[in-house]
């Protein structure tokens, strides 16, 4: 399904094919597949990031693994989607683990949910009785409950604070763009995903916005399954490209990372869509104002109280204020690495896929191919 881009596009075709041999392996007992793309959900958090100091927190550089353990004793397999409570404590989607882990503000590393090793499946269950395949997106209600894009199932799952997991919507190995209640509801590859104020689940899906409500209703808000474009509307006029990451404001906007347009859009309320900052189909790393500043592989976002996004793009951490000025927040444009250190001196691998802000506006990001979570502050 959906798998980690090194190439402007990628047909609908090869993502089809890709899902089907993984399905079909996993079927047989064997099989396995390239990473895929997430991007990850993100709180909305106060305060501002005010030093671009970046530290790892947790997990050791290039080498991945499934132990649990404290700060760099712990190990991670491409960890992609990244999102917090609001006791600090940080969940992360444990892509090629097939695994949810949690992070404590202690620096403590446990398995959640899933199990690592083998090739992933479906089953829902308890703790490690439960399975995922190639979780991606992750996001955390008020209540404490997790939500999970499991990217190739394709469907939504939920974890309860005891670690109940069950599946939400759509069905395992039933691909598609049907709306629906539950099990009736399909979709196609999933990434990214949000949840508002109300209880509301917002999914990255097919060129696609869903929305999931607290019925378990899913609909389509914005774009339309299967056609990509780059065009601003209103629900269905709407056109996307590759789009991955979203996040929600406590106003009700959605801001979704439009990759292969290298833009981030803007979805009010009414369901109307605008081109927020970047220009559609120009890459670069340009700073600027709106449509003046570029983006050159964006992942994820994360908006914290006072309206500032944050989205994590090629080896780099870039911020957008309520104004739309786009700033380098932490690393340097095309120059990948693992270093700690503040802003153009710290070091991303190419491909950051999660990041999520705290209550105290502190940026995570998930280190994907470093297989690391770091730390803003």
Not at 142 to 156: E, M, Q
Not at 157 to 177: E, Y
Request: glycine share 16%; net charge neutral; hydrophobic share 40%.
């Amino acid at each position: 399904m959906h798998i980690k881009r090194c190439l402007p596009k990628v047909s609908q075709i090869g993502l089809v094919l890709t899902a089907i041999t993984v399905l079909i392996l996993v079927g047989c007992g064997g099989g396995g597949g390239s990473s895929p793309s997430n991007t990850g959900a993100a709180n909305t958090g106060a305060g501002l990031i005010s030093t671009s100091m970046v530290t790892t927190l947790a997990g050791s550089v290039g080498v991945a693994g499934s132990l649990d353990g404290t700060g760099a004793a712990a190990r991670f397999n491409n960890p992609y989607g990244i999102t917090v409570d609001s006791a600090g404590n940080i969940y992360v989607a444990d892509t090629n683990n097939h695994t949810i882990r949690k992070l404590t503000p202690a620096g403590v590393v446990s398995t959640l949910a899933g199990s690592a090793g083998g090739f992933g499946g479906s089953a829902d269950g308890t703790g490690v009785a439960a399975q995922f395949l190639r979780p991606v997106g992750i996001t955390v209600d008020s209540a404490g409950n997790l939500y999970v894009v499991d990217n190739y199932i394709p469907a939504i799952r939920k974890i309860t604070p005891a670690g109940v997991v069950t599946t939400l919507a759509g069905s395992a190995a039933t691909m598609g763009s049907a709306d629906g209640t539950g099990a009736a509801a399909q979709f196609w590859a999933p990434s990214g995903i949000t949840v508002d104020s109300a209880g509301n689940l917002y999914v990255v899906d097919n060129f696609t916005i869903r929305k999931i409500n607290p019925s378990g209703v899913v609909s389509t808000l914005a774009g339309s399954a299967g056609v990509a474009g780059s065009a601003d509307g209103t629900g269905v006029a709407a056109r996307f490209d590759g789009n991955d990451g979203i996040t929600v404001d406590s106003a009700g906007n959605l801001y979704v990372v439009d990759t292969n347009n290298q833009t981030i859009r803007k979805i009010s309320p009414a369901g109307v869509v605008s081109t927020l900052v970047g220009s559609a189909g120009v890459a670069g790393s340009a700073d600027g104002t709106g449509a003046a500043a570029r983006f050159y592989w964006p992942r994820s976002i994360a908006v914290d109280s006072t309206g500032n996004l944050y989205v994590a793009d090629y080896s780099t951490i870039r911020k957008i204020t309520s104004g739309g000025l786009v700033t380098t927040l932490a690393g340097s444009a095309g120059v990948v690495g693992s270093a700690d250190g503040t802003g153009a001196v710290a070091r991303f691998n190419s491909y950051p896929q999660g990041i999520t802000v705290d209550g105290s506006g502190n940026l995570y990001v998930a280190d994907t191919k470093n297989s690391t979570i770091r730390k803003i502050q």
